[in-house]
Nanobody, 114 residues
Framework: QVQLVESGGGLVQAGGSLRLSCAASGRISSINAMSWSRQAPGKQREWVATITIGGSTLYTNSVKGRFTISRDNAKNTVYLQMNSLKPEDTAVYYC????????WGQGTQVTVSS
């Protein structure tokens, strides 16, 4: 089992920045990738970014150049640095750990005002 707790969401004006954190606990050694996804009201959850165990990173096109996923292995924490935020980035952001199965956090709300 893996437990995930997200934090760092909030209200920010367009053009601003936020950093989300995802703290993992439990069977950390079984994790081979960590991802961020988001779900806006009335829309399906969409994948945002992934960082693999080898450190490779992948991003959905809409956030490339604005968002950065990173990790601190000593703290068992993954981050999502979000810059140049837009109103369309407003969503609940979820952290996911890929292990023998997929584990999700509870989500953190990000609201970007215009």
């Amino acid at each position: 089992q893996v437990q995930l707790v997200e934090s760092g969401g909030g209200l920010v004006q367009a053009g601003g920045s936020l950093r989300l954190s995802c703290a993992a606990s439990g069977r950390i050694s079984s994790i081979n990738a960590m991802s961020w996804s988001r779900q806006a009201p009335g829309k399906q959850r969409e994948w945002v970014a992934t960082i693999t165990i080898g450190g490779s990173t992948l991003y959905t096109n809409s956030v490339k150049g604005r968002f950065t996923i990173s990790r601190d292995n000593a703290k068992n924490t993954v981050y999502l640095q979000m810059n140049s935020l837009k109103p369309e980035d407003t969503a609940v952001y979820y952290c996911k750990a890929r292990s023998e199965g997929d584990y999700w956090g509870q989500g953190t709300q990000v609201t970007v005002s215009s």
